[in-house]
């Protein structure tokens, strides 16, 4: 009886653990990819360089597989603790706030042709800070609201670290798919990159509210009436490849800015007919 009850309690412990390991994978996932990043030099060809960018984006959305499965795991196992929370916002940290960073650097470097001046140094070191900053700073946020338990909902201020990292990655998908390689297009993305990993850097720090992906896919088992939506998304994907995921992310980024303006307008709205009535 006290080996039956030793195994069980062993292999309770081992299924419990099994949130902590997806979370594991997630932030294997983030140094793999910056491992994959530090080969390029001036010496690589820019097609290679681009292929590894592409490569590093797709870890990065690998990782955010992981990362949506490890907080159902969780929930489903009962496994939810303090340490767990920790654990997620450090893989985080380092998956969708240094990697995509560091890409940004990489890529902006390579678009320059490596022939880089002070001030374009400086442009991207302190644009891929803001992004870096902004996440570390929404993950600290995250961590204070678990752990003094402030309920959270499918909506909370800010973007999402992941959507953050997600708009980077499709960024390098769309760069790649439609820039045909020229030298041109190349030199201006080298400008636009870290000024758009800023803008999501201040983004994750807004008050602006945004619904949580990963949450809001997971409810659908719950809510139905979501299905045609993600129907919807995964057709436009489809039928338009890159350009429609580029077209549905730029639309999340948007949505929270959109909200935030049509709750204001019916605010005030909501005033003024009561003093009509």
């Known amino acids: 009886m006290k080996k039956t009850s030793q195994t069980l309690l062993k292999q309770t412990k081992l299924i419990k653990s099994i949130p902590n390991f997806l979370t594991i994978c997630n932030s294997l996932c983030g140094f793999a990819a910056i491992l994959l ?150 030199y201006i993305a080298a400008w636009v990159l870290p000024a758009y990993a800023a803008i999501l850097g201040l983004l994750m720090n807004s008050t602006i509210p945004y619904i949580h992906a990963g949450k809001w896919l997971m409810s659908i088992r719950r809510n139905r009436k979501k299905l045609p939506l993600v129907v919807l998304m995964l057709a436009v994907i489809v039928c338009f490849r890159v350009n429609g995921l580029t077209f549905l992310t730029l639309a999340y980024i948007c949505s929270g800015p959109v909200m935030l303006l049509f709750e204001k307008i019916y605010r005030k709205k909501q005033p003024a007919e009561v003093e009509s009535k």
């Open 37 to 186: 990043l530090l080969p390029i030099s001036e010496t690589t060809p820019v097609e290679s360089s681009i292929r590894i960018f592409v490569i590093c984006s797709a870890m990065i959305f690998s990782a955010m597989i992981f990362d949506v499965f490890d907080g159902f795991a969780a929930r489903l196992l009962n496994a939810v603790s303090l340490h767990g929370i920790q654990m997620d916002s450090l893989s985080d940290m380092v998956t969708f706030g240094v990697t995509p960073a560091v890409m940004v650097a990489a890529a902006s470097k390579c678009f320059f042709n490596w022939d880089m001046n002070l001030w374009q140094h400086i442009y991207v070191y302190l644009f891929c800070s803001v992004y870096i900053g902004g996440a570390a700073l929404r993950l600290a946020t995250y961590n204070v609201n678990a752990t003094t338990k402030v309920k959270s909902s499918d909506n909370f201020s800010g973007l999402p670290s992941p959507g953050g990292a997600a708009a980077i990655c499709v960024a390098v998908f769309f760069l790649d798919a439609n820039s045909g390689l020229s030298a041109k297009a190349l």
